[in-house]
Structure formats: C-alpha cells, structure tokens
C-alpha cells in the first residue's frame, strides 16, 4: 500500500472494544476513512462509518461490509475467558478466532482487499521468556492455552491464504496490552494501589514487554501504510521491559498512591498460588515475558508514547 494514509478506506472488526475504539480514531485522524465492523447497533467512534456484521465465524457473510475496502484490520476475537464454561473451549476458540479470520481474509482477497492487518497474540509464542532471551517473530510457535492455539493456527493459514490470493498479511503479536478501562491483573493491582493495600512482591526480579493502547494503535496504522511491512510478524512494545516491583512504583506514581511493597520470596508466592488456585496470575506476576520489536523498529516505526506516558493515560482514563 505504498506510504499512502489519506484516501485508504479500512474496514476495522472489533471497533467497539478496548483496542478497537482507540485504533479507529488513530486512523481516522491520519486521513484515513474509517469504517467499523460492528454486530449490533451501538456507540462507534465520532466520524466512523459503521457496516452490521453478524457473529464472527467460519459462515459469516462480510460481503457488504468490504464493499469499496482497501484494507482491514481484524481485531475481534473470542478473548481469553477468566470463568470458561465452553465443554470443549478449543473447538469454539478455532471456529471464531481461526475459522472467523480465515472467513474475512478469504472474502477480502475476493473483494480486492489489498491488505489485511491480523492482531494475533503473544501467546503463539507461549507465556514466559528467560530474563535474557526475549520471544522473537521467528521463534517455533509454542502456544499453551485454547487461546494462543487458534490464533497460532490462524496465523498459518492467513500466511497460506496470502500466498495464494497475493493479500498481504501483516501480523502483530502484542504483549501485555494496558490503556484507560484495561482489565485482568493491571485493573486488580490499580485497584489494591487505590487502598494503599500491601503487596507481596517486592523481592520479584522479572522482566515484562507491555505496549501501551496508543502505541498498539500506531503500530497498526505503521502496519498499514509500510510497504514492506507486508508478509510480516512483528512483534511490539512500548520501548522498555519493567519488574513486577518497578511496574507498581510507576503506576502509583501516575496514581499518587507509591505502593508498599513487601520482600516475600518467590517460592512462597508461588506456593501461595497453588493452594489458592491462582497459580496462573502468580505466575504472570512473579514470571518474565519480553518480546524482541527490533525488526518493527528496522522498518521505521517508533512508539509515540513513552511506558510512563501510557501509563498516567489509562490512570486518567485518556481515550
């Protein structure tokens, strides 16, 4: 698509959600025409074009939604699901998360789309890192979860479909993604720092990749517009990787509440876990889990936000 941003007309599923919003008016406000994907009436950015889609899956007609499309961006997706009651949440995870990706490409290929921007997960590549060897874009896929399963799926046969149709796929595996109303352990740990509550995890000596929303979002315009981004993994982040320990300092910092952190040895803390049955978010607290964005960065891309900066935005609930 050449560096072009003014006159691309992008289709963007998902629009509505935490990530979606914020993408659309990164786009919008680079020239590009904006339109959303949506399921149902409801509230879509200010200026965004909404097109009604049914529920994502292997059947879904997107005919009428990329009528004059240049390019998509697919963010919808079944996420991670905290209380799963699905009998065999695999099968529904690939039928939505694969099958549903697999469905847009195929009817954007046939439709002229000229490029799709897929946001995939870190999790194709699995959940923790050695503190001196970050997750890269050529790493073997080790997912570990429904989750990361269908996505990883999704990817291949997107770089099949690609291959096929001459649609350029650009994948982006986002880590830790934090921004105004983000949930899951960012919400509890802001949450406990509100009530100036002790937190066990001062003796922690991990590393963490995050990326704030607004530089997911200009990641995904980048995505768009590079030409040579396309047939692309690209892995991204904010800039830096924190501890656990220096994560809290800063959000309570933007929160003017400094955390009170308490040196209690990891082994506890995961011993904690498993009595409890938290082992899963001790372990994404006490863990490491980097991403290595160096060939993003070859391309020219540089975060329009620092991690603080980012930070204090979803403590003041900046969209």
């Not at 000229?114 to 890192?129: C, D, P, Q, W, Y």
């Not at 970050?134 to 979860?145: I, K, L, V, W």
């Not at 009170?260 to 001790?282: C, E, K």
Request: aromatic residues 2%.
């Amino acid at each position: 698509m050449g560096a072009r941003e003014g006159g691309v007309k992008v289709l963007v599923t998902g629009a509505t959600g935490f990530v979606g919003a914020p993408v659309c008016r990164v786009l919008a406000g680079a020239g590009m025409a904006v339109v959303a994907a949506v399921r149902r009436e409801g509230a879509v950015p200010a200026g965004i074009e909404a097109r009604m889609v049914g529920d994502l899956g292997p059947t879904t007609d997107w005919g009428p939604a990329l009528c004059g499309i240049d390019a998509v961006v697919h963010l919808a997706a079944r996420a991670h699901v905290m209380d799963e009651r699905e009998a065999d949440p695999l099968t529904v995870f690939r039928a939505v998360n694969r099958d549903g990706a697999l469905r847009l490409a195929e009817q954007a290929a046939a439709a002229g789309v000229r490029r799709l921007v897929f946001v995939s997960s870190i999790k194709v590549n699995g959940e923790a890192t050695p503190l001196d060897r970050p997750f890269r874009a050529d790493d073997p896929p080790r997912p570990c979860d429904p989750y990361g399963i269908a996505k990883a799926e999704a990817e291949e046969r997107l770089t099949a479909l690609a291959d096929r149709t001459g649609l350029a796929v650009v994948t982006i595996r986002p880590p830790l993604v934090h921004g105004p109303g983000a949930k899951g352990n960012l919400a509890v740990l802001m949450r406990v720092l509100a009530r100036r509550l002790p937190l066990p995890l001062g003796a922690i000596r991990n590393r963490r990749s995050l990326v704030g929303i607004a530089n997911l979002a200009d990641a995904i315009r980048f995505s768009l517009v590079t030409e040579a981004a396309a047939g692309q993994v690209l892995l991204v982040r904010d800039g830096e990787d924190v501890s656990t320990p220096d994560l809290l300092r800063r959000l309570g910092t933007a929160m003017g509440s400094l955390p009170l952190l308490l040196p209690v040895p990891p082994a506890l803390l995961t011993l904690a876990g498993r009595l409890t049955g938290r082992q899963a978010m001790i372990e994404r607290l006490t863990g490491s889990l980097t991403v290595d964005d160096g060939p993003l960065r070859a391309l020219g891309w540089r975060p329009p936000l620092t991690l603080d900066q980012g930070l204090a935005q979803m403590v003041g609930g900046v969209p």
